[in-house]
């Protein structure tokens, strides 16, 4: 979960989504996550959905928060293969059932 973002006075990075790339084949998904320079990305998969956050370089200039919250449209393997990269994250997802979406 990610941490909350205070008041609307503090001086605290805004919460950005970034650019995520969707790729499929019949039995996996593939996330390609446009950030450069993430520090420590928070990851929460389930069956049914997925949450993504991190800080990091995205699209704007400077360091930002980034979120993204979304639902899978059937259910997946929630162990999720993470690898992270100079230019951004990856995240290789396993569908429970082999067949297109």
């Known amino acids: 979960m990610p941490p909350s973002?205070?008041?609307e006075g503090n001086s605290s990075p805004r919460k950005l989504s970034p650019f995520v790339f969707w790729a499929q084949t019949q039995s996996k998904i593939s996330l390609r996550i446009s950030l450069r320079d993430v520090s420590t990305p928070v990851i929460n998969a389930t069956k049914d959905g997925m949450?993504?956050?991190a800080h990091g370089v995205g699209a704007n200039e400077g360091r930002n928060e980034y979120y993204f919250k979304f639902v899978f449209f059937k259910s997946v393997n929630p162990n999720?293969?993470?690898s992270t990269k100079q230019m951004g994250i990856e995240i290789m997802i396993d569908?429970?059932?082999s067949?297109?979406?």
């Open 5 to 7: 973002s205070g008041s």
């Open 51 to 53: 949450e993504f956050f």
């Open 95 to 97: 569908k429970e059932e």
């Open 80 to 82: 999720v293969h993470v």
């Open 99 to 101: 067949e297109w979406w």
